[in-house]
Structure formats: C-alpha cells, structure tokens
C-alpha cells in the first residue's frame, strides 16, 4: 500500500462546475497535510495546507481532513480552465520530509 | 523575494559522467530539501538540510548520490556514475524551518544518454 493514493484521474469538469480531488494516507500520526498544484512542465506550487480537522477555505479553494478517516480532499469551486493542472496531495512525514501521491489531473473545459 | 533557484534547468550527460545540481535556497530558509520527480509520479524525498547538517538522507538511493550545504545556504545534488535511471526531474525546497510550508525550485532536468 503506497503511503498516499490519490486517483490519477483525468478528472473532467465543465468550466464553473465544483472539481472535487481526494488523497488518503495510511501514516495515522500524520498531522500535516499540503495541496499542490504542478502545471506540465513546471514545479509543484502550493494551494492550501490543512492541520486540523474539518475544512478550511481559501478564495475557490476548500480543504477537507478528516483524521480518523484518514482522508484529505481539495474543493475548487467555479472551476477555470486555467485550473487544469495535476494536483499534489503530499503530508508531512517524520516532522520534515513530504511523502506525495501521485497526482491528480483535472481538465477544466470551456 | 526571489523563489527558490536551480541551475542549471536542463543537464545532458552521458551514462557513467559525474553531475552536480545546485539550489540556491529562499533567503534566511534554514530548511532545504532535495526531491527527484519521475514522469507521473509525486516528488520522491532525497534527502533533508537543517543548516549545513544533512538531518535526513534516508532518500538517496545509493551511495553514487551525495549532497553537501557547506555554508548553510546552496546546496549542491551530486551524482556520480550517472545511471540512465537517474534521468528526472530533481527538485529542490525550501523552509523557514523544519516541518513549515516548503517552497519549490523550478527543477532540473536531468537527462542520462
């Protein structure tokens, strides 16, 4: 079992439409969790990062935790064409280092 | 500010040449980190720096990997007898401290023929 799953997608949604992205983790004691967001070619940029449970918001960006579940997701709403990237799921390991799913690519069409 | 540097962006090297990568970290980031990124796959952690000290190297796949941080602040990725497998993106982060929100280089690209 990888230490974070994210579903690879592609994950398609009409412009405006809510994108919603999910990653599970199987570290229990993981207590930071970070969404990031990598255009082809370029480097992981971060969007949100979340320690608690519940959400937390962000402009058109909402991330969910829920520790017992052990499950992150990433809410964007009023989606954008230029919101088509991968999506990062990554938490936070032994206090330092960031252990990353494989990503997540969403396509937004106009 | 200036982001987190790396040059050169794109290396091409022979199988067996010996490589180095340079970071140039966030200023006053006392964290910085190395990650290697294979087409469609996550960033995979390297190793870690904490000052000069690296605190973390359980990443390096095996001893032709090393990086060094003399001065607490670029650090340098060295690979000798490069491998066509070590053809990746490698990535570095950087941190005001330990366990913070770490902040990405735009990579190098590092190509084995």
């Known amino acids: 079992q990888k230490e974070v799953e994210q579903n690879s997608g592609p994950l398609s949604v009409p412009e405006g439409a809510i994108a919603s992205l999910n990653c599970t983790y199987s570290?229990?004691?993981?207590?930071?969790f970070f969404w990031y967001r990598q255009y082809s070619g370029k480097s992981p940029e971060l969007i949100m990062s979340?320690?608690?449970?519940g959400d937390k918001e962000d402009g058109r960006f909402t991330a969910q935790l829920n520790k017992a579940s052990q499950y992150v997701s990433l809410l964007i709403r009023d989606s954008q064409p230029s919101d088509s990237a991968t999506y990062l799921c990554?938490?936070?390991?032994?206090?330092?280092?960031?252990?990353f799913g494989a990503g997540t690519i969403l396509r937004v069409k106009s | 500010g200036a982001g987190v540097s790396q040059t050169p962006s794109n290396k091409v090297t022979e199988k067996g040449k010996y490589v180095e990568l340079r970071c140039d970290p966030i200023?006053?980031?006392?964290?910085l980190y190395w990650y290697r990124q294979s087409l469609g796959q996550g960033p995979e952690f390297l190793i870690y720096?904490?000052?000069?000290?690296?605190?973390?190297d359980s990443g390096l796949p095996n001893d032709r990997f090393f990086a060094v941080r003399p001065e607490g602040s670029v650090s340098t990725l060295k690979i000798q007898r490069t491998e066509r497998g070590d053809s990746a993106v490698y990535l570095c982060?950087?941190?005001?401290?330990?366990?913070?929100?770490?902040?990405f280089g735009p990579g190098t690209r590092l190509t084995v023929l």
């Open positions: 720096f904490q000052g000069t000290g690296a605190a973390d």
């Open positions: 979340i320690y608690s449970n």
């Open positions: 982060a950087s941190s005001s401290t330990s366990g913070s929100t770490q902040y």
């Open positions: 990554a938490v936070l390991s032994g206090g330092n280092k960031l252990v």
């Open positions: 200023s006053g980031h006392t964290a």
């Open positions: 570290d229990r004691g993981s207590q930071s």
